[in-house]
């Protein structure tokens, strides 16, 4: 399984985004997905998590602002983001996770101009 993130870019404080984690090779029904984020000089960090069954998870930091959703197939993830601030600013990452197998995605750069 690879997942490849997209969608990133350069956008204004208030502005809104939309990331895409598209998963190739085998697809198997997922434990659960997740977007995580890395600043510069800092640890990467959890942003949001959907379950199996559809349940979601957020930050505190972007709760209210970003959204997580996968299609159906489970071979694409998606990270609505809204009302960027400038602390969003971050490569983002996706994972994916089935039992004792986590697999990784390679990055997006956001970046969330003041």
């Known amino acids: 399984v690879q997942l490849q993130a997209s969608g990133g870019g350069l956008v204004q404080s208030g502005g809104s985004l939309r990331l895409s984690c598209a998963v190739s090779?085998?697809?198997?029904?997922?434990?659960?997905m997740s977007w995580y984020r890395q600043a510069p000089g800092k640890e990467r960090e959890w942003v949001a998590r959907i379950y199996g069954g559809g349940t979601t998870d957020y930050a505190d930091s972007v709760k209210g602002r970003f959204t997580i959703s996968r299609n159906r197939a489970w071979n694409t993830l998606y990270l609505q983001m809204t009302s960027l601030k400038p602390e969003d600013t971050a490569v983002y990452y996706c994972?994916?996770?089935?039992?004792?197998?986590?697999?990784w995605g390679q990055g997006t750069q956001v970046t969330v101009s003041s």
């Open positions: 090779g085998r697809t198997p029904n997922f434990n659960d």
């Open positions: 994972k994916a996770v089935r039992g004792m197998t986590t697999s």
